[in-house]
């Protein structure tokens, strides 16, 4: 639901991008930072071929996107079939060519890649397109996890979906979803809203938009931020049951349930715990909503202060926006006033 153009955040990538060689699908050079392409290992590919054209009769000869998830931590956790793809692929287009080389080296698989990530994919998108519609079998790969969770993406599988190539995805590991089951929080709905604001009124503001979301609500968020977003949350949502699944499949696994407000204490009194993190949040309830409720903060501050005043403090203790609150207070003091006037 959040995020940027592609739902995915920014950070600085290696240049990459790949050549172009009419129809026949070639697959470009490497962007490996030493500039030498990684060469395919022919391998046991019969095997492998056999076994996906057995699943995919139809791919035979057709280009074909295939959304390949990677482990997020435990490197066992890929699928032989995402292996299979992997090595099958005609080329991998990757966030980071670093940290995919790495995965498939170790993997064992030498596979040409190219970096597609949110700061060329409107230029390389094209170029991807091309290698489809001459019949590539391209993977797409994230650095770590689900391609297209809060990772590039969106974008071609909406062009090769338009173009009517095939797409298809090879399921694994994702960190939001392995937070939610185990955070001991309803799972019959969920709402995935992507990395927190970084800014404590931008929190508290996306907070305020979903509190009154039926359904259990994950984040993303960073270890030095985390304390103080447990806090805004708390403060917006009302100190609801909430879990921070921190490291998931890693070494130093580990899930802390909690009220939001005694996470809050327990992060603000610890410091900030290492790695990468995921909060969960129960839905509202009878006994944990106390969400913010804008009338009810407005009606008492209009009892004591000018319509400016109350929004203006009612704006500062809630996240909302000035502009949105003050446009309620408004519309508020004019019907307590016509209220007043008919009485
Ligand atoms: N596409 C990925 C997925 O499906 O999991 C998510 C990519 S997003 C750019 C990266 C964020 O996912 C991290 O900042 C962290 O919040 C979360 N994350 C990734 N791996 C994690 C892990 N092993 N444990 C906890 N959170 C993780």
Redesign the pocket.
């Known amino acids: 639901m959040k995020g940027s153009h592609s739902g995915?955040?920014s950070k600085p990538r290696p240049g990459g991008g790949g050549q172009e060689s009419g129809n026949q699908p070639q697959p470009p050079q490497s962007d490996t930072p030493s500039g030498t392409p990684i060469e395919d290992d022919g391998g046991d590919d019969s095997i492998v071929t056999a076994a996906i054209e057995a699943v995919h009769p139809r791919l035979a000869g057709h280009g074909c996107l295939a959304l390949v998830?990677t482990p997020?931590?435990n490197l066992g956790d890929i699928s032989p079939r995402a292996l299979d793809w992997l090595r099958r692929a005609d080329f991998i287009a990757c966030e980071d060519s670093r940290v995919s080389g790495r995965l498939l080296q170790h993997y064992g698989i030498a596979k040409k890649l190219m970096a597609y990530h949110d700061h060329n994919a409107d230029e390389v998108r094209p170029i991807l397109m091309e290698h489809l519609q001459g019949g590539a079998r391209i993977a797409l790969i994230?650095?770590?996890?689900?391609?297209?969770?809060?990772?590039p993406g969106y974008k071609l599988v909406r062009a090769a979906a338009e173009a009517g190539i095939k797409v298809t995805a090879l399921p694994g590991?994702?960190?939001?979803v392995?937070?939610l089951i185990l955070s001991g929080l309803p799972t019959d709905r969920f709402l995935f809203a992507g990395?927190l604001p970084v800014k404590s009124a931008a929190r508290r503001q996306v907070a305020a938009e979903l509190a009154a979301v039926p359904a259990s609500l994950i984040f993303?968020?960073?270890a030095p931020r985390l304390a103080e977003s447990l806090a805004d949350l708390a403060a917006v949502l009302g100190n609801r049951p909430a879990a921070v699944?921190?490291?998931?499949?890693?070494l130093y696994?580990e899930v802390r349930r909690g009220a939001l407000d005694d996470l809050a204490a327990h992060y603000r009194d610890q410091g900030p715990p290492r790695?990468?993190?995921?909060l969960v949040i129960a839905p509202p309830s009878a006994e944990t909503t106390i969400a913010f409720d804008l009338d009810a903060a407005l009606a008492e501050a209009l009892g004591r202060m000018s319509v400016k005043d109350a929004a203006a403090s009612v704006a500062a203790a809630s996240g909302l926006k000035r502009r949105v609150v003050y446009a309620r207070a408004l519309e508020l003091a004019r019907q307590a006033d016509s209220e007043r006037d008919s009485g």
Not at 142 to 151: E, H, K, M, V
Not at 245 to 250: C, S, V
Not at 275 to 278: C, D, F, M, R, T
Request: charged share 25%.
């Open positions: 995915q955040r998830a997020i931590g994230s650095d770590a996890g689900t391609p297209l969770i809060s990772d590991p994702s960190a939001p392995m937070a990395f993303f968020e960073t699944a921190r490291e998931l499949t890693k696994e790695g990468e993190i995921v």
